[in-house]
């Protein structure tokens, strides 16, 4: 396993690991913002599966981020990478067990 890197510049992914085994676009946002770097991993036909269920359970799994980074869900990121795809996500109930932000981020969205 290599060491695990110490600041954004350390990171460099790989194009093999940049899309899915068939191709698709799987790094799909690598932005940064007010100097976060914002990596969002997901497929469109995630995505779609997705607008297809009305309840969604969202666990963040924060002992295997990186040290360097904070949290490894933004539900912001997700809606916009969505949006931008023309796919509508409006759940019925979003349960999960993690952070308030969380929790007030997606009634702001659900608005």
């Given at each position: 396993?290599?060491?695990?890197?110490?600041?954004?510049?350390?990171?460099?992914?790989?194009?093999?690991?940049?899309?899915?085994?068939?191709?698709?676009?799987?790094?799909?946002?690598?932005?940064v913002v007010e100097d976060k770097q914002i990596l969002l991993?997901?497929?469109?036909?995630?995505?779609?599966?997705?607008?297809?269920?009305?309840?969604?359970?969202?666990?963040?799994?924060?002992?295997?981020?990186?040290?360097?980074?904070?949290?490894?869900?933004?539900?912001?990121?997700?809606?916009?990478?969505?949006?931008?795809?023309?796919?509508?996500?409006?759940?019925?109930?979003?349960?999960?067990?993690?952070?308030?932000?969380?929790?007030?981020?997606?009634?702001?969205?659900?608005?």
């Open positions: 396993m290599p060491p695990q890197p110490t600041k954004l510049d350390d990171i460099d992914i790989l194009d093999l690991l940049s899309s899915t085994l068939s191709g698709e676009e799987f790094l799909v946002r690598d932005s991993f997901t497929t469109k036909a995630n995505m779609q599966y997705l607008s297809r269920l009305s309840y969604w359970m969202i666990d963040g799994t924060f002992k295997t981020v990186l040290t360097i980074f904070r949290q490894l869900a933004l539900f912001q990121d997700l809606i916009e990478f969505a949006e931008e795809n023309n796919i509508s996500l409006r759940p019925a109930t979003i349960l999960t067990d993690f952070e308030l932000v969380a929790i007030n981020a997606s009634r702001i969205e659900s608005k």
